[in-house]
């Protein structure tokens, strides 16, 4: 562990609990989607920041809108990098909208840097 400022591995254990805990309740579980990616933005100093439910990190999907939201760009430029194969991203089947796993989100994010 480092001196670097950031958020516990504990704390961050417990918000992946609660987000499991909380998968059931939609709006419950998005404001903990929220926080989680404000984890992310602060920085975690000894834990990994980006899990999905399952706890796998890299699974957690976001929209092209919250992908937006987070680069500071239009929803658009980010369907446009899907399309071209920018930003890696899948469609589900039977869906029109993109998801963009934080995995891609951080190397696209990285590479644009």
Known sequence: MTDAPGISAETF????RLRRQYRNRPAIHRDLLIIH?????????DAPVFAGQ???PGSLEMTP???AARLG???KAVRQACRTGR???VKRPGSR???ITAAAYVEYRNRAA
């Open 97 to 99: 909208e993109w998801r």
């Open 13 to 16: 254990t417990i918000l992946r």
């Open 87 to 89: 930003l890696k991203a």
């Open 65 to 67: 809108s919250e992908v």
């Open 73 to 75: 760009v239009t929803p």
């Open 37 to 45: 990616y404000l984890v992310e933005e602060y920085g975690c100093a």
């Open 54 to 56: 399952d706890g796998d």
